[in-house]
Protein backbone atom coordinates (compact mmCIF):
# COMPACT_ATOMS: atom_id res chain seq x y z
CA UNK A 1 0.00 0.00 0.00
CA UNK A 2 1.42 3.13 -0.86
CA UNK A 3 -0.93 5.36 1.56
CA UNK A 4 1.38 7.39 4.26
CA UNK A 5 -1.21 6.02 7.12
CA UNK A 6 -0.19 6.53 10.26
CA UNK A 7 -2.09 6.19 13.66
CA UNK A 8 -0.64 9.07 15.44
CA UNK A 9 -2.18 11.04 12.82
CA UNK A 10 -5.54 12.61 14.64
CA UNK A 11 -8.14 12.61 12.12
CA UNK A 12 -11.79 11.65 11.26
CA UNK A 13 -13.11 8.07 10.40
CA UNK A 14 -14.86 7.10 7.44
CA UNK A 15 -17.84 6.54 9.52
CA UNK A 16 -17.42 10.08 11.05
CA UNK A 17 -18.29 12.31 7.91
CA UNK A 18 -21.56 12.98 7.96
CA UNK A 19 -20.96 14.89 11.20
CA UNK A 20 -20.53 18.72 11.49
CA UNK A 21 -17.14 19.08 10.72
CA UNK A 22 -14.94 21.85 10.06
CA UNK A 23 -11.43 22.37 8.38
CA UNK A 24 -8.76 24.95 7.82
CA UNK A 25 -7.66 27.28 4.70
CA UNK A 26 -4.02 26.33 4.86
CA UNK A 27 -4.20 23.27 2.31
CA UNK A 28 -6.09 26.27 0.02
CA UNK A 29 -3.89 29.64 0.23
CA UNK A 30 -0.10 28.81 1.77
CA UNK A 31 2.60 28.46 -0.37
CA UNK A 32 4.36 25.87 1.84
CA UNK A 33 1.57 23.69 1.79
CA UNK A 34 1.58 23.45 -2.03
CA UNK A 35 5.12 22.90 -1.54
CA UNK A 36 5.00 19.80 0.58
CA UNK A 37 2.22 17.98 -2.08
CA UNK A 38 5.61 18.11 -4.67
CA UNK A 39 6.65 15.75 -2.06
CA UNK A 40 4.18 14.03 0.21
CA UNK A 41 0.82 13.72 -2.57
CA UNK A 42 1.36 13.72 -6.27
CA UNK A 43 4.21 11.30 -6.34
CA UNK A 44 2.27 8.57 -4.29
CA UNK A 45 -1.07 8.49 -6.14
CA UNK A 46 -2.50 7.24 -9.31
CA UNK A 47 -3.46 9.97 -11.14
CA UNK A 48 -5.43 10.13 -14.53
CA UNK A 49 -3.10 11.58 -17.46
CA UNK A 50 -5.11 11.08 -20.36
CA UNK A 51 -7.15 9.15 -22.22
CA UNK A 52 -6.33 5.58 -24.89
CA UNK A 53 -8.16 7.56 -27.80
CA UNK A 54 -5.40 10.41 -27.06
CA UNK A 55 -2.68 7.92 -28.62
CA UNK A 56 -4.61 5.21 -31.11
CA UNK A 57 -1.60 4.17 -32.97
CA UNK A 58 1.97 3.09 -32.28
CA UNK A 59 4.46 5.89 -31.48
CA UNK A 60 1.36 8.41 -30.70
CA UNK A 61 2.61 9.94 -27.01
CA UNK A 62 1.35 12.86 -24.95
CA UNK A 63 3.50 14.25 -22.25
CA UNK A 64 1.84 15.06 -18.94
CA UNK A 65 3.15 17.70 -16.39
CA UNK A 66 2.15 17.28 -12.66
CA UNK A 67 4.40 20.25 -10.34
CA UNK A 68 7.85 20.05 -11.68
CA UNK A 69 7.52 16.65 -13.48
CA UNK A 70 6.83 15.66 -16.67
CA UNK A 71 5.70 12.13 -17.97
CA UNK A 72 5.36 10.59 -21.46
CA UNK A 73 2.83 8.50 -22.04
CA UNK A 74 3.32 6.66 -25.32
CA UNK A 75 2.00 3.78 -27.12
CA UNK A 76 4.45 1.00 -27.76
CA UNK A 77 2.71 -1.67 -29.22
CA UNK A 78 -1.49 -2.05 -30.35
CA UNK A 79 -1.90 -3.17 -26.56
CA UNK A 80 0.30 -1.66 -25.02
CA UNK A 81 0.82 1.78 -23.11
CA UNK A 82 4.30 2.68 -21.19
CA UNK A 83 4.91 5.82 -19.10
CA UNK A 84 8.85 7.35 -18.80
CA UNK A 85 10.26 10.69 -17.38
CA UNK A 86 10.30 13.13 -19.49
CA UNK A 87 14.57 13.16 -18.93
CA UNK A 88 17.44 12.47 -20.54
CA UNK A 89 19.90 10.57 -18.11
CA UNK A 90 22.80 12.12 -19.65
CA UNK A 91 22.11 16.10 -18.52
CA UNK A 92 18.89 16.55 -17.53
CA UNK A 93 17.15 17.72 -20.55
CA UNK A 94 13.76 17.37 -21.33
CA UNK A 95 13.46 14.74 -24.33
CA UNK A 96 10.06 16.23 -25.49
CA UNK A 97 9.56 20.19 -24.83
CA UNK A 98 6.42 20.67 -22.21
CA UNK A 99 5.49 24.00 -21.29
CA UNK A 100 2.71 24.20 -18.95
CA UNK A 101 1.68 26.77 -21.33
CA UNK A 102 0.42 24.24 -23.67
CA UNK A 103 -1.20 22.01 -21.68
CA UNK A 104 0.78 18.76 -22.72
CA UNK A 105 3.02 18.22 -26.00
CA UNK A 106 1.40 15.16 -28.60
CA UNK A 107 2.75 13.68 -31.39
CA UNK A 108 4.45 10.65 -32.76
CA UNK A 109 7.69 9.23 -32.85
CA UNK A 110 9.66 5.99 -33.22
CA UNK A 111 12.65 7.29 -31.11
CA UNK A 112 13.14 9.96 -28.78
CA UNK A 113 16.60 11.97 -29.50
CA UNK A 114 17.95 14.09 -26.76
CA UNK A 115 17.96 17.79 -28.44
CA UNK A 116 21.10 18.76 -26.05
CA UNK A 117 23.75 15.52 -27.46
CA UNK A 118 21.77 13.18 -29.46
CA UNK A 119 21.27 10.48 -27.36
CA UNK A 120 18.94 8.49 -28.83
CA UNK A 121 15.62 6.29 -27.16
CA UNK A 122 13.57 3.65 -28.54
CA UNK A 123 9.67 3.53 -27.32
CA UNK A 124 10.71 0.54 -24.96
CA UNK A 125 12.88 3.39 -23.23
CA UNK A 126 16.29 1.81 -24.00
CA UNK A 127 19.41 3.88 -24.99
CA UNK A 128 20.30 3.19 -28.61
CA UNK A 129 23.35 5.69 -29.21
CA UNK A 130 25.68 7.32 -27.34
CA UNK A 131 27.96 10.25 -29.25
CA UNK A 132 31.81 8.90 -28.23
CA UNK A 133 30.37 6.15 -25.61
CA UNK A 134 33.85 5.00 -25.55
CA UNK A 135 34.82 8.40 -23.65
CA UNK A 136 33.01 6.71 -20.39
CA UNK A 137 35.50 3.97 -20.32
CA UNK A 138 33.17 1.37 -19.87
CA UNK A 139 31.21 2.52 -16.93
CA UNK A 140 27.74 3.25 -19.41
CA UNK A 141 27.71 -0.18 -20.97
CA UNK A 142 24.71 -1.32 -18.61
CA UNK A 143 21.88 -0.12 -20.02
CA UNK A 144 20.25 0.26 -16.84
CA UNK A 145 22.39 3.68 -16.39
CA UNK A 146 21.28 5.19 -19.61
CA UNK A 147 17.61 3.79 -20.14
CA UNK A 148 14.59 5.84 -19.51
CA UNK A 149 12.79 6.06 -16.08
CA UNK A 150 9.99 4.10 -16.30
CA UNK A 151 6.89 5.17 -14.32
CA UNK A 152 4.06 2.63 -13.54
CA UNK A 153 1.07 2.61 -16.00
CA UNK A 154 -2.00 1.10 -16.60
CA UNK A 155 -5.35 2.14 -17.67
CA UNK A 156 -9.06 1.55 -16.54
CA UNK A 157 -12.47 2.66 -18.75
CA UNK A 158 -10.86 4.11 -21.16
CA UNK A 159 -8.25 6.71 -19.10
CA UNK A 160 -4.22 6.37 -18.97
CA UNK A 161 -3.25 6.39 -15.17
CA UNK A 162 0.55 6.99 -14.19
CA UNK A 163 2.07 6.51 -10.64
CA UNK A 164 5.41 7.38 -9.53
CA UNK A 165 5.84 5.33 -6.63
CA UNK A 166 7.32 2.48 -7.39
CA UNK A 167 6.01 0.47 -4.75
CA UNK A 168 2.29 1.49 -5.07
CA UNK A 169 -0.86 -0.58 -4.98
CA UNK A 170 -2.44 -1.52 -8.35
CA UNK A 171 -4.65 0.90 -9.98
CA UNK A 172 -7.48 -1.21 -9.62
CA UNK A 173 -6.93 -1.46 -5.64
CA UNK A 174 -7.14 2.09 -5.37
CA UNK A 175 -10.18 2.74 -7.67
CA UNK A 176 -12.26 0.49 -5.97
CA UNK A 177 -15.34 0.34 -4.47
CA UNK A 178 -16.22 3.20 -7.41
CA UNK A 179 -14.55 1.20 -10.15
CA UNK A 180 -17.37 -1.75 -9.15
CA UNK A 181 -19.94 0.36 -9.87
CA UNK A 182 -18.53 3.00 -12.42
CA UNK A 183 -16.94 -0.61 -14.83
CA UNK A 184 -21.19 -0.70 -15.75
CA UNK A 185 -20.71 2.32 -17.85
CA UNK A 186 -18.35 1.27 -20.14
CA UNK A 187 -16.49 4.48 -20.38
CA UNK A 188 -13.96 3.10 -22.72
CA UNK A 189 -16.56 2.81 -25.62
CA UNK A 190 -17.23 7.02 -25.31
CA UNK A 191 -15.23 9.41 -27.13
CA UNK A 192 -14.55 12.98 -26.71
CA UNK A 193 -16.98 14.96 -27.99
CA UNK A 194 -15.26 18.17 -26.93
CA UNK A 195 -12.32 19.27 -24.77
CA UNK A 196 -11.24 22.48 -23.23
CA UNK A 197 -8.80 23.97 -20.10
CA UNK A 198 -7.66 27.15 -18.48
CA UNK A 199 -5.48 28.67 -16.39
CA UNK A 200 -7.57 29.59 -13.54
CA UNK A 201 -6.85 31.74 -10.57
CA UNK A 202 -7.52 29.58 -7.59
CA UNK A 203 -6.30 26.75 -5.92
CA UNK A 204 -6.54 23.16 -7.70
CA UNK A 205 -8.56 21.97 -4.63
CA UNK A 206 -10.73 24.86 -4.70
CA UNK A 207 -11.79 24.26 -8.54
CA UNK A 208 -12.18 20.57 -8.13
CA UNK A 209 -14.35 21.58 -5.02
CA UNK A 210 -16.94 23.38 -7.33
CA UNK A 211 -18.17 20.60 -8.68
CA UNK A 212 -18.43 17.57 -5.90
CA UNK A 213 -21.52 18.57 -4.73
CA UNK A 214 -24.99 19.94 -6.19
CA UNK A 215 -25.72 21.88 -2.96
CA UNK A 216 -24.75 25.17 -4.43
CA UNK A 217 -27.52 25.10 -7.31
CA UNK A 218 -29.81 26.75 -5.18
CA UNK A 219 -27.17 29.99 -4.68
CA UNK A 220 -25.23 29.54 -8.00
CA UNK A 221 -27.22 28.36 -10.57
CA UNK A 222 -30.21 30.19 -9.80
CA UNK A 223 -32.03 29.61 -13.46
CA UNK A 224 -32.31 26.02 -12.72
CA UNK A 225 -34.51 26.09 -9.97
CA UNK A 226 -37.28 26.71 -12.75
CA UNK A 227 -37.16 23.11 -13.88
CA UNK A 228 -36.12 21.38 -11.14
CA UNK A 229 -35.62 20.03 -7.74
CA UNK A 230 -31.94 19.84 -6.42
CA UNK A 231 -31.61 18.57 -2.91
CA UNK A 232 -28.96 16.25 -2.51
CA UNK A 233 -26.57 13.78 -0.98
CA UNK A 234 -23.37 13.10 -0.65
CA UNK A 235 -21.28 9.85 0.72
CA UNK A 236 -17.52 8.43 0.52
CA UNK A 237 -16.46 5.40 -0.94
CA UNK A 238 -13.17 4.80 0.15
CA UNK A 239 -11.12 7.64 -0.81
CA UNK A 240 -13.46 8.26 -3.17
CA UNK A 241 -16.88 9.36 -3.34
CA UNK A 242 -20.51 9.90 -5.08
CA UNK A 243 -23.17 12.65 -4.86
CA UNK A 244 -26.82 12.52 -6.89
CA UNK A 245 -30.03 13.93 -6.20
CA UNK A 246 -32.02 13.26 -2.95
CA UNK A 247 -35.90 12.75 -2.25
CA UNK A 248 -37.29 14.03 1.11
CA UNK A 249 -39.77 11.73 0.37
CA UNK A 250 -38.53 8.22 -0.14
CA UNK A 251 -41.94 7.36 -1.77
CA UNK A 252 -40.54 9.57 -5.28
CA UNK A 253 -37.27 7.51 -5.98
CA UNK A 254 -36.27 5.38 -8.52
CA UNK A 255 -33.73 4.46 -10.31
CA UNK A 256 -32.67 7.04 -12.24
CA UNK A 257 -34.09 9.91 -9.82
CA UNK A 258 -30.31 10.56 -8.13
CA UNK A 259 -28.77 11.19 -11.62
CA UNK A 260 -28.56 13.80 -14.25
CA UNK A 261 -31.61 12.01 -16.19
CA UNK A 262 -34.50 12.51 -14.33
CA UNK A 263 -37.70 14.06 -13.40
CA UNK A 264 -38.21 17.68 -13.52
CA UNK A 265 -40.42 19.81 -11.00
CA UNK A 266 -42.41 17.65 -9.14
CA UNK A 267 -45.26 20.65 -8.96
CA UNK A 268 -45.99 20.32 -13.03
CA UNK A 269 -46.34 18.13 -15.56
CA UNK A 270 -43.67 15.21 -15.45
CA UNK A 271 -43.67 15.18 -19.60
CA UNK A 272 -43.20 18.82 -19.93
CA UNK A 273 -40.57 19.48 -16.30
CA UNK A 274 -38.58 16.01 -17.48
CA UNK A 275 -38.15 17.59 -21.40
CA UNK A 276 -37.11 21.08 -20.02
CA UNK A 277 -34.90 20.27 -17.58
CA UNK A 278 -32.77 17.95 -19.88
CA UNK A 279 -32.98 20.76 -22.82
CA UNK A 280 -31.63 22.78 -20.30
CA UNK A 281 -28.74 20.85 -18.95
CA UNK A 282 -28.21 20.20 -22.86
CA UNK A 283 -27.73 23.76 -24.03
CA UNK A 284 -26.22 25.52 -20.51
CA UNK A 285 -23.91 23.04 -20.00
CA UNK A 286 -21.85 23.22 -23.25
CA UNK A 287 -24.03 20.39 -24.97
CA UNK A 288 -22.96 17.62 -22.10
CA UNK A 289 -24.92 16.39 -19.23
CA UNK A 290 -27.77 14.98 -21.76
CA UNK A 291 -27.07 14.20 -25.27
CA UNK A 292 -28.99 15.15 -28.34
CA UNK A 293 -30.96 12.11 -28.48
CA UNK A 294 -32.34 11.89 -25.17
CA UNK A 295 -33.64 15.84 -25.78
CA UNK A 296 -35.24 14.91 -28.84
CA UNK A 297 -36.71 11.43 -26.81
CA UNK A 298 -37.84 14.17 -24.36
CA UNK A 299 -39.23 16.47 -26.36
CA UNK A 300 -41.97 13.61 -27.42
CA UNK A 301 -43.35 12.76 -24.11
CA UNK A 302 -46.32 15.06 -24.46
CA UNK A 303 -46.87 13.19 -27.36
CA UNK A 304 -46.39 10.08 -26.72
CA UNK A 305 -48.07 9.55 -22.93
CA UNK A 306 -51.04 10.85 -21.39
CA UNK A 307 -51.48 13.70 -19.26
CA UNK A 308 -51.67 12.18 -15.68
CA UNK A 309 -48.80 9.64 -16.72
CA UNK A 310 -46.29 9.36 -13.04
CA UNK A 311 -42.61 10.65 -13.08
CA UNK A 312 -41.49 6.90 -12.16
CA UNK A 313 -43.21 6.08 -15.70
CA UNK A 314 -42.59 9.17 -17.86
CA UNK A 315 -38.91 8.40 -17.36
CA UNK A 316 -39.00 4.51 -18.03
CA UNK A 317 -40.74 5.47 -21.27
CA UNK A 318 -38.02 8.10 -22.20
CA UNK A 319 -35.25 5.82 -21.89
CA UNK A 320 -36.96 2.98 -23.42
CA UNK A 321 -37.51 5.40 -26.12
CA UNK A 322 -33.83 7.27 -26.08
CA UNK A 323 -32.29 3.32 -26.31
CA UNK A 324 -34.30 2.48 -29.64
CA UNK A 325 -33.20 5.72 -31.07
CA UNK A 326 -29.91 5.27 -30.47
CA UNK A 327 -29.76 1.68 -31.83
CA UNK A 328 -31.86 2.72 -34.83
CA UNK A 329 -28.36 5.07 -35.51
CA UNK A 330 -25.75 2.31 -34.28
CA UNK A 331 -25.14 3.55 -30.97
CA UNK A 332 -25.36 0.63 -28.39
CA UNK A 333 -26.02 1.30 -24.46
CA UNK A 334 -24.83 -0.33 -21.81
CA UNK A 335 -26.92 -2.94 -19.71
CA UNK A 336 -27.12 -1.45 -16.26
CA UNK A 337 -28.96 -2.92 -13.55
CA UNK A 338 -31.02 -0.47 -11.75
CA UNK A 339 -29.73 -1.34 -8.27
CA UNK A 340 -26.22 0.17 -9.83
CA UNK A 341 -28.29 2.68 -11.46
CA UNK A 342 -29.74 4.11 -7.90
CA UNK A 343 -26.18 3.27 -6.46
CA UNK A 344 -24.28 5.22 -8.90
CA UNK A 345 -26.03 8.55 -8.51
CA UNK A 346 -25.28 11.58 -10.20
CA UNK A 347 -21.07 12.39 -10.08
CA UNK A 348 -18.02 11.02 -8.70
CA UNK A 349 -15.26 11.96 -7.56
CA UNK A 350 -12.44 9.83 -8.28
CA UNK A 351 -9.41 11.45 -5.49
CA UNK A 352 -7.61 13.44 -5.99
CA UNK A 353 -8.18 15.15 -9.15
CA UNK A 354 -10.97 13.81 -11.18
CA UNK A 355 -14.66 14.59 -11.22
CA UNK A 356 -17.72 11.81 -13.73
CA UNK A 357 -20.88 13.07 -13.96
CA UNK A 358 -22.28 10.33 -15.89
CA UNK A 359 -25.20 8.91 -18.18
CA UNK A 360 -25.78 5.75 -19.98
CA UNK A 361 -24.00 6.93 -23.37
CA UNK A 362 -21.96 10.30 -21.32
CA UNK A 363 -20.12 11.58 -19.21
CA UNK A 364 -18.65 15.45 -18.24
CA UNK A 365 -15.31 15.20 -17.06
CA UNK A 366 -13.46 17.57 -14.68
CA UNK A 367 -9.56 17.59 -14.02
CA UNK A 368 -7.68 20.05 -12.68
CA UNK A 369 -3.90 20.49 -11.15
CA UNK A 370 -1.16 22.99 -9.67
CA UNK A 371 0.13 25.53 -12.23
CA UNK A 372 3.41 26.44 -11.10
CA UNK A 373 4.58 27.05 -7.45
CA UNK A 374 1.55 29.83 -7.24
CA UNK A 375 -1.28 27.97 -4.42
CA UNK A 376 -3.47 30.13 -6.22
CA UNK A 377 -3.29 29.25 -9.91
CA UNK A 378 -4.43 26.15 -11.36
CA UNK A 379 -4.71 24.40 -14.68
CA UNK A 380 -8.60 23.78 -14.67
CA UNK A 381 -9.96 21.27 -17.89
CA UNK A 382 -13.61 19.97 -18.91
CA UNK A 383 -14.26 17.77 -21.56
CA UNK A 384 -17.60 16.08 -23.03
CA UNK A 385 -17.75 12.05 -23.74
CA UNK A 386 -20.23 10.20 -25.54
CA UNK A 387 -21.02 7.42 -27.25
CA UNK A 388 -20.82 7.42 -31.40
CA UNK A 389 -22.05 5.42 -34.41
CA UNK A 390 -18.46 3.88 -35.23
CA UNK A 391 -16.41 5.93 -37.95
CA UNK A 392 -18.46 9.01 -36.66
CA UNK A 393 -16.48 10.17 -33.24
CA UNK A 394 -15.64 14.26 -34.20
CA UNK A 395 -12.23 14.81 -34.34
CA UNK A 396 -11.09 17.01 -30.77
CA UNK A 397 -8.01 18.51 -29.33
CA UNK A 398 -7.27 20.86 -26.42
CA UNK A 399 -8.44 24.29 -26.83
CA UNK A 400 -7.69 26.89 -24.05
CA UNK A 401 -10.23 28.57 -23.66
CA UNK A 402 -11.20 31.77 -21.55
CA UNK A 403 -13.71 31.23 -18.73
CA UNK A 404 -16.40 32.45 -20.24
CA UNK A 405 -20.00 31.62 -21.26
CA UNK A 406 -19.32 32.20 -24.86
CA UNK A 407 -16.80 29.39 -24.15
CA UNK A 408 -18.01 27.01 -21.81
CA UNK A 409 -22.30 27.91 -21.57
CA UNK A 410 -23.65 29.37 -18.78
CA UNK A 411 -23.33 26.87 -16.09
CA UNK A 412 -20.00 26.39 -15.70
CA UNK A 413 -19.64 29.99 -16.68
CA UNK A 414 -21.05 30.55 -13.12
CA UNK A 415 -19.31 27.85 -11.54
CA UNK A 416 -15.94 29.67 -12.37
CA UNK A 417 -17.56 33.14 -11.18
CA UNK A 418 -17.54 31.73 -7.89
CA UNK A 419 -13.81 29.89 -7.55
CA UNK A 420 -11.62 33.13 -7.68
CA UNK A 421 -13.57 34.45 -5.33
CA UNK A 422 -14.18 31.42 -2.84
CA UNK A 423 -9.98 31.77 -2.71
CA UNK A 424 -9.44 35.46 -2.22
CA UNK A 425 -11.83 34.82 0.61
CA UNK A 426 -10.80 32.36 2.40
CA UNK A 427 -7.59 34.47 3.03
CA UNK A 428 -9.75 36.93 5.09
CA UNK A 429 -9.15 36.94 8.76
CA UNK A 430 -12.92 37.02 9.05
CA UNK A 431 -13.02 33.73 7.94
CA UNK A 432 -13.25 30.80 10.14
CA UNK A 433 -12.59 27.44 7.95
CA UNK A 434 -14.99 25.79 5.92
CA UNK A 435 -18.06 24.21 7.60
CA UNK A 436 -19.55 21.37 5.14
CA UNK A 437 -22.77 20.37 4.70
CA UNK A 438 -22.92 17.17 6.77
CA UNK A 439 -25.29 15.37 4.23
CA UNK A 440 -24.67 17.14 0.86
CA UNK A 441 -21.24 17.98 1.29
CA UNK A 442 -20.18 14.26 2.49
CA UNK A 443 -17.56 14.34 -0.47
CA UNK A 444 -15.42 17.58 0.13
CA UNK A 445 -14.87 16.32 4.22
CA UNK A 446 -13.95 12.81 2.96
CA UNK A 447 -11.68 14.52 0.32
CA UNK A 448 -9.64 15.90 3.00
CA UNK A 449 -9.67 13.42 5.49
CA UNK A 450 -7.82 11.36 2.67
CA UNK A 451 -5.73 14.38 1.87
CA UNK A 452 -4.82 14.61 5.24
CA UNK A 453 -3.07 10.83 5.48
CA UNK A 454 -0.97 11.95 2.79
CA UNK A 455 -0.26 15.55 4.26
CA UNK A 456 0.81 13.99 7.28
CA UNK A 457 -1.64 14.91 8.88
CA UNK A 458 -1.94 18.58 8.27
CA UNK A 459 -5.48 20.12 7.15
CA UNK A 460 -7.66 17.07 9.09
CA UNK A 461 -11.11 17.60 8.67
CA UNK A 462 -11.68 17.99 12.96
CA UNK A 463 -15.55 17.06 14.68
CA UNK A 464 -17.57 20.49 15.81
CA UNK A 465 -18.08 20.79 19.76
CA UNK A 466 -21.64 20.21 20.21
CA UNK A 467 -22.35 21.47 23.09
Known amino acids: MNKPEDPRIPSISIDEVGEPLNYPVEAFICPEYAKAEKDLLWPKIWQMAGREEDIPQVGDYFTYNICDESIIVIRTAPDTIRAYYNVCPHRGRQLVNSPDSTNGTRGRKANFVCGFHGWTFNLEGENTYILDQQDWQGTLDDQAKTCLTSVHCDTWGGWIYVNMDPDCEPLRDFLEPAARILDHFQFEKMRYKWRQWSIYPCNWKTAIEAFMEPYHVAGTHTQLLKYGEYYAYSKPYGPHGVSGFDERDAAAKNSQSSSVTRVGRKDQDPRISTYELIR ?56 IPPEIMAEAGLAWSLFPNQTILQGQTFALCYRTRPYGDDPNQC ?89
Do not use: C
Open 379 to 467: IFESYALERFPEGEEPKTEWVQAEPTAEKWGSVLAQDFANMEWVQRGMKSRGFRGAQPNPHQEQKITNFHRVLSTYMEGRGAPKLVDKD
Open 280 to 335: ENYETVNYAAATETLVKAASRLVDELPEGTPGNEVIAHLMQSARADDAARGVEWPN
